[in-house]
């Protein structure tokens, strides 16, 4: 088995080691010194009288610090080795490392201390195989630093490590030579600054002072200020606290400011996702904001300056369309990938409208609504303009770009994600099911802002009856009857891809589904071919492409989820949706830490244990934000006007949950929900302001 790899991050920065604190190219895993999209460490290895060193143990101080206690040689030598060795590593503008080396030895001691450095400066999408590059590489003793760098054309990337002890600068590293007094002891900082100049880049050099401030107060106190400002939570089950403090922390983890910009905004997540995706960080405001609200403005404002005005075959972009990801990589730069900004996806664009409506039931901020007020009309435009690419009525998509374009331009985007039950994959365009959902979805949201912040009631009135239309039409062309569940997708000639999946879920979340045909729906969500028992499957068994460690084949994603448990609720099937919440919550309970972005599709009582699948990432914004949105969706939270409404579903076991300090356009507001006994009557709801300056509370 593979040994666990230890990370720190900070932003879309992040350093990713063996648990000895090692980086050695791997070309499996994004191992080394990552900085938008650059690697600018890839061998980074100790080593002391020509031993490599073993970990005895190791502590993860913080998602930006951690630290290891090291002994040279094999675990035999543990007991009785007369010198140790302390890496103390953070991140945050500069990566550091300090370097103690303890000599418990009666008698003065000397040691060879090796530090062997080196960067292939590979970008990110090129991890399995990095382009041969040649840094240029200057040894300078008397300074105390390395320096790497890389250049092509206006493209330069370097890597600077300096000590702050004297020392031997070779090429290929540093030597020290240290004399150490009996039970004495020697200490070095190394402080790595990741260069970055042109294509708007910026100097990202911090001095040593500054890091240990910014790393010891600064991202300290701004931790501290982040779970302070979010809701507490206290829950009889105490692993459901642990579960919400780890995703708030990863949530503060996995922000970053992009080059150009200035406010923070969520990335994908670790290790593969450190950028902007749209759609990831779209879900992930959209899951939080009863929570952590103050990330959605600026992610709405970034992706509004940046949508699409253009026809650009290899970016995929059009007028109106929402980004679906920025890179800054060297693959990015010089056109080798259409990542530099690219535009292939169809779900960002109503995704879009459907946040910043929704941010504003939450918060109350109208003046984003009327801000952003273009922005939306272009991206309702362009659902009709250029999603409807068979002019049937229905939402799109296929690629532009017929060199290296994104073939499935959805939520499931890995290539063979659509399929019918047979395994046929349909011709393109491709009108998706879940696509259909936003699209209603957008329209309606756009109409309820035209009406209330853009004074235009003329332009509701059309998109209220459009999307009224496109409801009609699809609950008629989708829906099939004998299987009683929606198709996944329809071809261009309207015949149905009958696979059943988890995007059902997407359908009641939006409001498209009939609701004389929901109960259906929950069922097949809840049932067998579906509900894993940690979670709903993407594709359910019985279907011949069925693989449960496939992503969208079988898999089980708590992003999906969360969604599926909103929907379910939405439509009234609220026990279905606190199985499914208690199901993803066993998965936090059961591996501990951070929710994976994905787990294989494995029924529960076959493995008994959640298997994360090797390419999940871990920490993901969407994920973590995933276990928010379902800790809400069993308390039933939803704003209405100026009051917040909690009808909780709590599963069986979980007791009593208090989330306090709520907040949003009441000011601050309280839930509390317990579980009831099965067959047990709902109480009504009740609910009154509380005194001056006090918050306001709802109780269920």
Same mark, same amino acid.
């Given at each position: ?49 020509? &031993?490599?060193?073993?970990? @005895? ?7 930006? &610090? ?91 990337? &370097? ?41 708007? +880049? ?32 206290? !829950? ?32 994908? =997540? ?37 949508? =699409? +005005? ?6 995929? &972009? ?21 990542? !530099? ?9 109503? @995704? ?34 250029? /999603? ?52 209603? $979805? ?71 589904? $009939? ?19 940690? +979670?709903?499957?993407?594709? !359910? ?8 460690? /496939? ?84 308390? /039933?939270?939803?704003?209405? /006007?100026?009051?917040? @409404? ?14 306090? $300090? ?30 001056? =300056? ?7």
């Amino acid at each position: 088995m593979r040994q666990r790899l230890v990370h720190v991050l900070s932003g879309n920065s992040f350093a990713l080691s063996d648990a000895q604190g090692d980086m050695e190219v791997d070309p499996y895993a994004p191992i080394g010194l990552f900085s938008f999209d650059t690697r600018f460490l890839s061998h980074w290895v100790l080593s002391v009288d020509g &031993e490599r060193l073993h970990a @005895l143990s190791r502590d993860e101080l913080a998602y930006f &610090e951690t630290r290891f206690v090291l002994v040279p040689g094999t675990a035999s030598h543990y007991v009785d080795s007369d010198v140790s060795v302390i890496r103390h590593r953070s991140l945050d503008e500069s990566f550091h490392e300090r370097l103690t080396v303890l000599n418990h030895s009666v008698q003065p001691a000397e040691y060879t201390v090796r530090l062997e450095i080196g960067s292939d400066f590979a970008d990110t999408s090129e991890i399995l195989r990095p382009a041969p590059r040649r840094p240029v590489v200057v040894a300078d003793s008397n300074r105390r630093q390395l320096r790497l760098r890389h250049q092509r054309d206006e493209f330069i990337r &370097e890597t600077l490590v300096t000590s702050t002890e004297p020392v031997d600068v070779d090429e290929q590293g540093m030597t020290f030579q240290i004399r150490l007094a009996p039970n004495g002891e020697w200490h070095t900082d190394l402080v790595v600054a990741t260069i970055i100049h042109g294509a708007g +880049g910026r100097d990202l050099r911090a001095s040593l002072q500054s890091h240990r401030e910014h790393v010891h107060h600064t991202m300290n106190s701004e931790l501290k200020r982040w779970l302070d400002a979010a809701p507490r939570l206290v !829950a009889d089950r105490q692993s459901l606290e642990l579960a919400y403090r780890q995703a708030l922390t990863d949530l503060a983890a996995l922000r970053y400011v992009p080059l150009t910009y200035r406010e923070p905004v969520p990335v994908g =997540g670790m290790p593969w996702a450190m950028a902007l995706y749209g759609r990831d960080a779209m879900l992930t405001c959209l899951q939080t904001l009863p929570f952590t609200p103050e990330l959605t403005p600026a992610t709405l404002q970034l992706l509004a300056s940046v949508q =699409g +005005g253009q026809l650009d075959d290899y970016h995929d &972009e059009e007028p109106g369309k929402i980004l679906a990801e920025l890179r800054y990589g060297e693959a990015a730069a010089f056109g080798e990938q259409p990542t !530099a900004i690219s535009y292939a996806a169809a779900d960002t664009t109503p @995704l879009f409208v459907v946040l910043l409506d929704e941010y504003e039931r939450w918060t109350g901020d109208g003046d984003l609504v009327r801000q952003l007020r273009h922005p939306a009309r272009m991206a309702l435009d362009w659902l009709d303009e250029y /999603g409807d690419l068979c002019g049937d009525g229905y939402l799109r998509y296929q690629t532009r770009n017929d060199r290296n374009g994104v073939v499935n331009q959805t939520w499931r985007n890995s290539p063979d994600a659509v399929s019918d039950r047979h395994g046929r994959q349909p011709p393109f365009p491709r009108a998706t099911c879940e696509l259909q959902g936003y699209a209603y $979805d957008a329209k309606m949201r756009g109409a309820r802002m035209a009406r209330e912040f853009w004074d235009d009631p003329a332009y509701a009135d059309r998109l209220e009856a459009d999307a009224a239309r496109l409801r009609d039409r699809f609950n008629r062309d989708f829906w099939l009857p004998g299987r009683e569940y929606y198709a996944l997708a329809l071809t261009p000639d309207g015949e149905p891809v009958d696979a059943l999946t988890s995007n059902l879920g997407h359908l009641l979340y939006s409001g498209i589904v $009939d609701p004389g045909r929901s109960a259906a729906l929950a069922a097949h969500l809840s049932g067998p071919e579906l509900f894993t028992g940690w +979670g709903v499957r993407t594709y !359910a068994t019985g279907q011949r492409p069925y693989n449960p460690v /496939g992503p969208h084949l079988g898999a089980v994603w708590p992003s999906d989820n969360a969604l599926i448990a909103a929907g379910l609720r939405r439509y009234g099937h609220d026990a279905e949706a606190a199985r499914i919440a208690a199901g993803m919550f066993a998965v936090v309970e059961t591996m501990g830490g951070s929710v994976p972005e994905v787990i294989a599709g494995y029924p529960r009582e076959v493995t008994k244990y959640p298997v994360q699948l090797p390419a999940a990432g871990r920490p993901q914004s969407w994920a973590s934000g995933a276990l928010l949105m379902l800790l809400a969706t069993m308390l /039933g939270l939803r704003p209405c /006007g100026d009051n917040l @409404l909690v009808k909780p579903e709590i599963p069986v076991g979980y007791g009593r949950i208090e989330l306090t $300090d709520v907040p949003g356009r009441w000011g601050r507001a309280d839930a509390f929900g317990r579980e009831r006994p099965p067959g047990r009557m709902s109480p009504r709801l009740r609910g009154g302001r509380s005194g001056p =300056g006090q918050p306001h509370r709802v109780i269920w």
